[in-house]
């Protein structure tokens, strides 16, 4: 009898020792950064950008952002586009603040797909990935509440991040989203600088020729992460990770 309690304890101790291993292990694991690998407008270098063809084969590749541009329609509508004109993707030379939402939705792609509603975007892929969602005209104004209705209504709040060059539509989000991650687009030094003492700022999103150590290392003395736009190859992605 005392020679199996013995044995019992042994086995015990080991246990003991090796769950002791396992916690201290994932102990020193470090932390992960946030990574913010953003497929812009979908995988638009295989298919037409801000399509739904664009955006499935990007989820197919793993990505975990899939990137819109908003515009805002006559009728106060948010449709996804790059550009303000629709004539490059369309062949329609007209604007789409000029436009309707029913003369937008008669336009087509040159593969025969249709202009994409922002909420076309969300009804189609819910939670199921995350968002990266440019306020694209200069006056964000029109494109604010409906941006805030949308993402209030498919509980998306936490899976996008909203992007602007205008500093003040970020500031007036942050009112409503103060936790959604709100990323300044710069172009020049001054710009990245000015953006480093907006606290509602969390994200720099810098032209790729301003990545270098000392703009990194600031927007991380700010408490502000970068991220760098736009990388085409994987030599230039390789050569930009530092």
Same mark, same amino acid.
């Given at each position: 009898?005392?020679?199996?309690?013995?044995?019992?304890?042994?086995?015990?101790?080991? $246990?003991?020792?090796? $769950? $002791?291993?396992?916690?201290?292990?994932?102990?020193?694991?470090?932390?992960?950064?946030?990574?913010?690998?953003?497929?812009?407008?979908?995988?638009?270098?295989?298919?037409?950008?801000?399509?739904?063809?664009?955006?499935?084969?990007?989820?197919?590749?793993?990505?975990?952002?899939?990137?819109?541009?908003?515009?805002?329609?006559?009728?106060?509508?948010?449709?996804?586009?790059?550009?303000?004109?629709?004539?490059?993707?369309?062949?329609?030379?007209?604007?789409?603040?000029?436009?309707?939402?029913?003369?937008?939705?008669?336009?087509?792609?040159?593969?025969?797909?249709?202009?994409?509603?922002?909420?076309?975007?969300?009804?189609?892929?819910?939670?199921?990935?995350?968002?990266?969602?440019? $306020?694209?005209?200069?006056?964000?104004?029109?494109?604010?509440?409906?941006?805030?209705?949308?993402?209030?209504?498919?509980?998306?709040?936490?899976?996008?991040?909203?992007?602007?060059?205008?500093?003040?539509?970020?500031?007036?989000?942050?009112?409503?989203?103060?936790?959604?991650?709100?990323?300044?687009?710069?172009?020049?030094?001054?710009?990245?600088?000015?953006?480093?003492?907006?606290?509602?700022?969390?994200?720099?999103?810098?032209?790729?020729?301003?990545?270098?150590?000392?703009?990194?290392?600031?927007?991380?003395?700010?408490?502000?992460?970068?991220?760098?736009?736009?990388?085409?190859?994987?030599?230039?992605?390789?050569?930009?990770?530092?």
């Amino acid at each position: 009898m005392h020679r199996k309690k013995r044995n019992i304890f042994k086995s015990l101790s080991f $246990l003991l020792l090796i $769950l $002791l291993i396992g916690i201290s292990v994932f102990a020193f694991i470090p932390t992960p950064k946030n990574d913010y690998v953003i497929s812009h407008r979908g995988a638009s270098g295989e298919e037409i950008e801000h399509t739904f063809k664009a955006y499935d084969l990007a989820l197919n590749y793993n990505t975990k952002y899939i990137e819109q541009d908003v515009v805002t329609s006559k009728d106060g509508t948010l449709y996804v586009s790059h550009d303000e004109n629709a004539k490059r993707i369309t062949g329609i030379n007209k604007d789409y603040k000029d436009m309707t939402s029913q003369e937008i939705d008669k336009l087509r792609t040159s593969d025969n797909q249709h202009i994409l509603k922002l909420e076309d975007v969300f009804k189609r892929y819910k939670d199921r990935t995350h968002y990266a969602i440019e $306020l694209k005209e200069e006056d964000n104004k029109s494109a604010l509440k409906p941006f805030e209705e949308l993402v209030k209504k498919y509980g998306l709040e936490n899976k996008v991040i909203v992007q602007a060059r205008n500093k003040e539509a970020l500031e007036s989000l942050n009112v409503v989203f103060a936790d959604m991650p709100k990323l300044i687009l710069v172009n020049t030094e001054d710009e990245l600088n000015n953006a480093l003492n907006q606290s509602y700022i969390d994200i720099i999103g810098a032209n790729k020729k301003l990545m270098n150590k000392s703009n990194i290392t600031k927007a991380h003395d700010h408490g502000k992460e970068f991220n760098v736009f736009t990388l085409d190859s994987t030599n230039e992605i390789k050569k930009q990770l530092i």
